[in-house]
């Protein structure tokens, strides 16, 4: 087993392994979590010693007075106790019956299998196209359909001329589950990381403009103190990202602090990086004392895509008169860059993303409110890894010693 990638370690763990090892390094006790758990001692024991086979790890002491966590249980038993929390939680919020006194119960009864029919039906849209990517048959697959719902004693799936489908609600249930069964993978990472055994992978979403730039700032210096570590990088609109970030396709998100809905995402402004107008050097407006919004209007503009906090910054610039040309609008810098350094077209970059540039100049505009911040965007519970926190906390040192006066750590 201990071969197999992460992904595919924390995936052959059935959710019964991994209660009775909850119950085991809470109580110190196997005596005490077979009873908990109704099974017998040898069970238990059986149980747990298949689970470090997996893992490629040894998790438990054993001694006459029990069996006590080790540092690398420790590690683990953190990420096992995150996972049932966070299907009670689903539980809590689908609104099973009985919650939130039943959540417990009704979570030590949902099963591996159950929960990765779920998630293929609620990823692909279908009962069929699910059943393919997981290689089961439909009847397999309908079957724990139907022992979830038991077990949930609430219908997540509902009759439609086109097949069965999953309700919103448990479209809402199968990403919360989805979430939760990530702490495995990343638990056995930080077990391989404490071990120095091998590598490991982190998944960052770079939103457009300002994510890029910080991100492309930082890597050669992260990645030459974790030679080991694989970096995934997404880039999408600011409002894909977030759904990325919601969904647990990746890890965190940097860039401009977007507005938030909800208590699900939580977001650190590391610094302060007003808007600035920006053109070609040699820009007609550049060789001028000072510039005033009847300049602006007269040139063509790119501006950011419908959503972005840039296009809103434009807007709001304009407010209230007629808005200049604005033919072209994306959140690719390089097409910004190569768009502005050949033409009289003018644009809107902060004053992180212009730090970067050669070809581009602000223009003599005053200050444009409210100045936006670049900083990371997480999931409000999120547990962070060791080599996760260690890259957040190079993005707050990069960001705290940038010397350009108007980039302002913020206070607090």
């Not at 702490?183 to 590598?199: D, R, T, V």
């Not at 959503?307 to 434009?314: H, K, P, Q, T, V």
């Amino acid at each position: 087993m201990i071969d197999m990638d992460p992904e595919a370690r924390a995936a052959s763990l059935s959710f019964r392994q991994l209660k009775l090892f909850e119950s085991v390094g809470r109580l110190n006790s196997v005596r005490r979590a077979s009873e908990e758990c109704n099974l017998s001692q040898p069970a238990v024991t059986q149980a747990l010693a298949k689970l470090e086979l997996q893992i490629g790890a040894v998790l438990l002491e054993r001694r006459a007075s029990g069996s006590y966590l080790n540092e690398l249980g420790e590690i683990f038993h953190r990420r096992a106790t995150r996972l049932f929390e966070q299907f009670e939680q689903a539980l809590i919020t689908l609104g099973v019956p009985g919650a939130p006194e039943a959540a417990p119960l009704i979570a030590k009864r949902i099963s591996r299998s159950q929960a990765r029919s779920l998630i293929a039906i609620v990823e692909s849209g279908s009962f069929a196209e699910a059943a393919q990517a997981l290689a089961l048959s439909q009847a397999s697959l309908q079957r724990a359909a139907r022992d979830l719902e038991g077990n949930l004693k609430k219908s997540i799936y509902y009759r439609t001329a086109a097949g069965v489908v999953v309700t919103p609600a448990g479209v809402e249930f199968g990403r919360r589950i989805k979430l939760a069964t990530q702490e495995i993978e990343w638990g056995i990472h930080e077990i391989e990381a404490a071990q120095g055994s091998a590598a490991s992978q982190i998944a960052i979403g770079a939103m457009p403009f300002g994510g890029s730039v910080l991100l492309a700032s930082v890597l050669d210096e992260f990645v030459r103190a974790n030679p080991k570590v694989d970096v995934k990088i997404v880039n999408e609109s600011a409002s894909e990202m977030l759904k990325r970030l919601r969904d647990g396709e990746v890890d965190f998100v940097i860039g401009l602090v977007q507005e938030t809905k909800g208590e699900d995402l939580t977001n650190e402004a590391l610094a302060r990086t007003p808007y600035m107008v920006v053109a070609r050097r040699g820009h007609p407006l550049a060789r001028k004392g000072g510039v005033d919004v009847e300049d602006l209007l007269r040139y063509d503009w790119v501006v950011g895509t419908p959503g972005a906090s840039r296009r809103a910054c434009f807007e709001r610039l304009f407010q209230g008169r007629d808005a200049p040309k604005t033919s072209i609008a994306t959140s690719a810098l390089p097409i910004v860059r190569h768009l502005l350094s050949r033409s009289d077209r003018l644009a809107l970059m902060t004053t992180y993303e212009l730090m970067h540039e050669s070809e581009l100049v602000s223009l003599p505009f005053g200050p444009i409110e409210p100045a936006p911040a670049i900083g990371v965007t997480m999931r409000s519970d999120w547990l962070p890894t060791k080599l996760h926190q260690s890259f957040i906390d190079l993005l707050r040192r990069h960001t705290a010693d940038a010397t350009t006066p108007t980039m302002l750590r913020r206070a607090g």
